[in-house]
């Protein structure tokens, strides 16, 4: 049975963009990282929220344009209200939760489903049906931009350390949701 995914990079503050969703950030901390490499073959979808996929991609215009610098093809689900009039190849664009959550898990055939975007994570916690996090912690601070993770008023979420991992551009964290 396919798993949801939340894995991201972030700042060592916290923060996966910068201001208005800048990504440029982050090209100086992408590059060999074997836990996010051996990472890809396990995926089988993408769940992506609509203001990651519309959004600022650090290599957009060059080969590793797209997931994972480029080296994820695969079906990719949007969670968004603004189904665009072209179709996109590849993408299937649903409006709720619950729906896009069904078509990523089919889609991925019992592999991951890697979560995009800190507010469809963010909704996927909320729902109950997001497994684990993977963030790799890059050795930068940002000051402002997006969170990993945000919820006015604040909550717990309880995360379980599966394991620990360092590369020179980053300190890989993955966790399990404890429910």
């Known amino acids: 049975m396919s798993r949801l ?3 991201v990079t972030m700042s060592a503050d916290g923060f996966i963009a910068g201001p208005g969703g ?18 890809v073959a396990r995926i089988g979808a993408l769940l992506v929220g609509n203001r990651t996929f519309r959004g600022d991609d650090p290599n957009k215009g060059t ?6 610098e480029g080296a994820w093809q695969g079906p990719h689900i949007v969670l968004t209200h603004h189904v665009p009039d072209t179709p996109v190849p590849g993408v299937e664009f649903l409006g ?3 729906d896009a959550v069904a078509a990523a898990k089919a889609a991925a055939d019992g592999k991951y489903v890697n979560v995009l975007g800190a507010n469809v ?18 050795p930068v601070l940002l000051g ?3 969170r990993l993770f945000e919820h006015p ?12 991992s360092h590369v020179p551009t980053a300190t ?4 399990r949701v404890v429910s």
């Open 63 to 68: 080969e590793k344009e797209g997931a994972f």
């Open 22 to 39: 800048d990504m440029s950030w982050l090209a100086p901390y992408l590059g060999p990282n074997p836990q996010a490499d051996d990472l």
């Open 96 to 98: 709720n939760l619950p």
């Open 5 to 7: 995914l939340y894995s």
């Open 153 to 164: 008023g604040g909550t717990n979420v309880r995360l379980e350390q599966i394991s620990v």
């Open 172 to 175: 890989n964290i993955w966790y």
């Open 144 to 146: 402002d931009g997006v």
């Open 121 to 138: 994570a963010r909704q996927c916690l909320e729902a109950g049906v997001l497994d684990e996090v993977l963030t790799m912690v890059a």
